[in-house]
């Protein structure tokens, strides 16, 4: 099984600090997603990478930036946190080729910003 | 752009029942797939079922069923014999041509004993 891991379940910062969000896949996976998960608004695509040292915005990418130095990890940084960045983050990788591949998730990380 | 729409917020169903979720898509794409994904308390995101657009015959997955219409872009999702365990928030997803996928807003399912 695929096994996609976040590193914090829950983690607590102050305005303006620098936040690391970690995402590690066990599978060799080519392709890894950040998204953003709202009530209401249902997952929102921050940052992909197709590959290593690969990166593209997606939908929300402001106030965002990723790193991607190895296959297996995906990195989200959040540059100087702000209250409106308290949301549940989501990572997620898939195998590339044919697009009936599905994304395998982690568990979340539910980010609160004080 | 790529937009999907779940119109119902929350949907109650008893156990043994039958509850169907809407999804609408809207997309340019010529190729692209569908997915209901499930996510419980656990937080744990977990695909339910997927529909290839240029299928006809809707995808079933033991007691979870898809309604694809493609020409309405609807794409429902039917729990029949609904158990305790299928409460959750359930979303619709759609891919591009790129694998990224495009969620709509989610329904939460309750099933009551």
């Known amino acids: 099984d695929v096994k996609v891991t976040q590193s914090s379940r829950y983690l607590v910062k102050r305005t303006g600090e620098k936040v690391f969000l970690e995402c590690v896949q066990d599978?060799?996976?080519?392709?890894m997603f950040w998204y953003r998960q709202d009530p209401g608004l249902g997952l929102r695509l921050i940052y992909f990478?197709?590959?290593?040292?690969?990166?593209e915005k997606g939908d929300i990418p402001e106030g965002y930036s990723v790193s991607r130095e190895k296959k297996e990890r995906f990195s989200l940084i959040l540059e100087s946190a702000s209250t409106n960045q308290t949301s549940m983050y989501l990572c997620?990788?898939?195998?590339?080729?044919?697009?009936?591949?599905?994304?395998?998730f982690g568990d979340g990380t539910r980010l609160s910003i004080l | 752009a790529q937009t999907v729409t779940q119109s119902q917020p929350e949907m109650s169903v008893q156990e043994a029942e039958t509850v169907t979720l809407s999804c609408t898509y809207d997309?340019?794409?010529?190729?692209?797939?569908l997915f209901w994904y499930k996510q419980p308390p656990s937080r744990q995101m977990i695909l339910v079922i997927r529909?290839?657009?240029?299928?006809?015959q809707n995808a079933t997955e033991n007691r979870f069923s898809v309604n694809f219409q493609k020409a309405a872009k609807s794409f429902s999702l039917k729990i029949s014999d609904s158990q305790l365990g299928d409460a959750a928030m359930y979303f619709c997803?759609?891919?591009?041509?790129?694998?990224?996928?495009?969620f709509g807003a989610g329904t939460q399912v309750v099933v009551t004993p």
């Open positions: 997620a990788s898939r195998t590339t080729g044919q697009i009936n591949q599905p994304q395998h």
């Open positions: 599978m060799d996976h080519e392709n």
């Open positions: 990478s197709y590959d290593v040292k690969m990166k």
């Open positions: 997309t340019s794409e010529s190729d692209y797939y």
């Open positions: 529909q290839e657009a240029y299928k006809q």
């Open positions: 997803a759609q891919t591009d041509s790129w694998g990224k996928l495009q």
